[in-house]
């Protein structure tokens, strides 16, 4: 099998630097498991073993620093078909740790290679997450107050069921590589290497240093014994095999016209217990069945049972790009708290504006056309009002019409709850 190195991107680290032994080593591992270009994926974050996706003929992914995995995950799970390989840096491997922690804990068939030169390389020499503590690095003293990670024990000690520790100048560097990313579940190798251009500058680092160190180490044994376990993707694609088919979503056709044209901007303000994101949902959903586009953003505590609730909606022929709304077509205030949350809108009402009110709720002063409803002589309850407004709104052809109101709840309640919404909107009187 040929070369899949790009012949015009070749490596650029510099002289000496470890990266350009594991890049080529990655190559021989290719050609011997007969991989071609379209086999493989390398994903890198940032740094430079950030490079390597620009270095090989492969599908590639170039993202965030310490987030190359997620999208390594991603690709998998969509392209199990993939052999999917990430490289990072120790920088990466400290900025991205728990993704890292994750990948153990979920054995998916990704292959990891950290490229461990015990440093920010690129950005200056300054100490990573793997930094000895009496080197002499770019960050000053820091990297003597923490204690450097050892990856592999951290990656055992999370789930990792294939981990591997070795230097970048071994001699079966290739077979290591080949090793790995033949196994099936998730693989880290922790590659320790030089970085002339920053560490070795002012710290002695040899081949001979790496091989001596390593050796005075605790061996790893991989596979782990007790990680090993189904690799995550076989595994998700039998259990969801024996799940119940999603049903596909209920399209709603376009079968009523509008009342009004153009796009049309509704606030409900309320307290929590009044339904009022559900009655936003209500509107959407009318609005839909005559074919608008329609928006939805909601506020309210994250105590969620206590203080305003307030929903915003937009119904609008065109496409919406800007959800936020300065000055409503129609605002239902079905509380005093959630009217004071948002006083300030009431400023620039005018009298094309309408508001429908409820009677014990005090207004700011405004020039919009206020709609007054004595709820509690009507017997409606406060968790009813926000419909009740709806039928109300429809019933003077406001927005939405009674028939698209109507197709919203048939479409949103069942049963019982169906039964009591209709008999709401019908039975509301506009007063």
């Given at each position: 099998?040929?070369?899949l190195?790009?012949?015009g991107?070749?490596p650029?680290f510099?002289?000496?630097c470890?990266?350009?032994?594991?890049?080529?080593?990655?190559?021989?591992a290719?050609?011997?498991l007969?991989?071609?270009g379209?086999?493989v994926?390398i994903v890198?974050?940032?740094g430079c073993s950030?490079l390597?996706?620009?270095?090989f003929?492969t599908?590639?992914?170039?993202?965030l620093?310490?987030?190359?995995?997620?999208?390594?995950?991603?690709?998998?799970?969509a392209?199990?078909?993939l052999?999917?390989i990430?490289?990072?840096?120790?920088?990466?491997?400290?900025?991205g740790?728990?993704?890292?922690l994750?990948?153990?804990?979920?054995?998916?068939?990704?292959?990891?290679?950290v490229l461990n030169?015990?440093?920010?390389?690129?950005?200056g020499?300054?100490f990573?997450?793997?930094t000895?503590l009496?080197a002499?690095v770019?960050s000053g003293?820091?990297?003597?107050m923490?204690r450097p990670?050892d990856?592999?024990q951290?990656?055992?000690?999370?789930g990792?069921?294939?981990?591997k520790?070795?230097?970048?100048?071994?001699?079966?560097?290739?077979e290591?590589?080949e090793s790995?990313?033949r196994?099936?579940?998730?693989s880290?190798?922790?590659?320790?290497?030089i970085?002339?251009g920053?560490?070795t500058?002012?710290?002695?680092?040899?081949?001979?240093?790496?091989?001596?160190a390593l050796a005075?180490?605790?061996?790893?044994?991989t596979?782990?014994?007790d990680?090993l376990?189904k690799?995550?993707?076989r595994?998700?694609?039998?259990?969801?095999?024996?799940?119940?088919?999603?049903?596909?979503?209920?399209?709603i056709e376009?079968?009523f016209i509008?009342?009004?044209?153009?796009?049309?901007?509704?606030?409900?303000l309320?307290?929590?217990g009044q339904?009022?994101?559900?009655a936003?949902e209500?509107?959407?959903?009318?609005?839909?069945a005559?074919g608008?586009?329609t928006?939805?953003?909601?506020?309210?505590?994250?105590?969620?049972?206590r203080?305003?609730?307030i929903?915003?909606?937009i119904?609008?022929p065109?496409d919406i790009g800007?959800t936020?709304?300065a000055?409503?077509?129609?605002?239902?205030?079905?509380?005093?708290e959630g009217?004071?949350?948002?006083r300030h809108?009431?400023?620039?009402?005018?009298?094309?504006?309408?508001?429908?009110?409820?009677?014990?709720?005090?207004?700011p002063?405004c020039?919009?056309?206020v709609?007054?409803?004595?709820?509690?002589?009507l017997?409606?309850k406060?968790?009813?009002r926000?419909l009740a407004?709806l039928?109300?709104?429809?019933?003077?052809?406001r927005?939405i019409?009674l028939?698209?109101?109507?197709s919203?709840?048939?479409?949103?309640?069942?049963?019982?709850?169906?039964?009591?919404a209709?008999?709401m909107?019908?039975?509301?009187?506009?007063?």
């Amino acid at each position: 099998m040929s070369s899949l190195l790009n012949t015009g991107r070749p490596p650029v680290f510099c002289p000496g630097c470890s990266h350009e032994r594991i890049t080529h080593a990655l190559d021989k591992a290719f050609s011997n498991l007969g991989f071609q270009g379209q086999d493989v994926v390398i994903v890198t974050d940032i740094g430079c073993s950030g490079l390597f996706d620009t270095f090989f003929n492969t599908h590639a992914f170039h993202g965030l620093h310490g987030r190359a995995l997620t999208y390594a995950t991603g690709l998998k799970m969509a392209h199990p078909e993939l052999n999917v390989i990430v490289t990072m840096g120790d920088g990466g491997l400290g900025i991205g740790g728990a993704h890292i922690l994750s990948a153990c804990r979920r054995n998916l068939d990704l292959t990891l290679l950290v490229l461990n030169n015990f440093n920010f390389g690129m950005t200056g020499g300054q100490f990573s997450a793997t930094t000895p503590l009496n080197a002499q690095v770019g960050s000053g003293f820091l990297n003597r107050m923490e204690r450097p990670m050892d990856i592999c024990q951290v990656a055992s000690s999370a789930g990792a069921p294939y981990v591997k520790r070795f230097s970048s100048y071994a001699k079966n560097l290739v077979e290591e590589i080949e090793s790995a990313i033949r196994f099936e579940g998730f693989s880290i190798l922790d590659i320790w290497g030089i970085c002339p251009g920053r560490f070795t500058k002012r710290n002695r680092l040899t081949p001979q240093i790496i091989e001596d160190a390593l050796a005075k180490m605790q061996a790893i044994k991989t596979p782990v014994p007790d990680n090993l376990r189904k690799e995550y993707g076989r595994h998700y694609r039998e259990l969801a095999a024996d799940q119940k088919p999603v049903e596909r979503p209920t399209t709603i056709e376009r079968q009523f016209i509008p009342p009004e044209v153009g796009r049309k901007e509704v606030i409900i303000l309320g307290s929590a217990g009044q339904r009022i994101i559900t009655a936003g949902e209500i509107l959407c959903l009318a609005g839909l069945a005559a074919g608008l586009k329609t928006t939805q953003k909601n506020e309210y505590n994250i105590t969620v049972l206590r203080g305003h609730s307030i929903t915003e909606v937009i119904l609008s022929p065109e496409d919406i790009g800007y959800t936020g709304i300065a000055r409503p077509d129609v605002v239902l205030a079905l509380s005093q708290e959630g009217v004071d949350r948002r006083r300030h809108i009431f400023d620039d009402l005018d009298h094309r504006s309408l508001i429908i009110l409820g009677k014990e709720i005090d207004l700011p002063p405004c020039k919009a056309e206020v709609h007054r409803i004595d709820f509690k002589a009507l017997k409606i309850k406060p968790h009813d009002r926000a419909l009740a407004s709806l039928g109300i709104l429809a019933k003077l052809s406001r927005v939405i019409g009674l028939d698209m109101l109507a197709s919203a709840i048939r479409y949103r309640f069942r049963g019982a709850v169906l039964a009591s919404a209709q008999d709401m909107v019908e039975g509301v009187e506009i007063g």
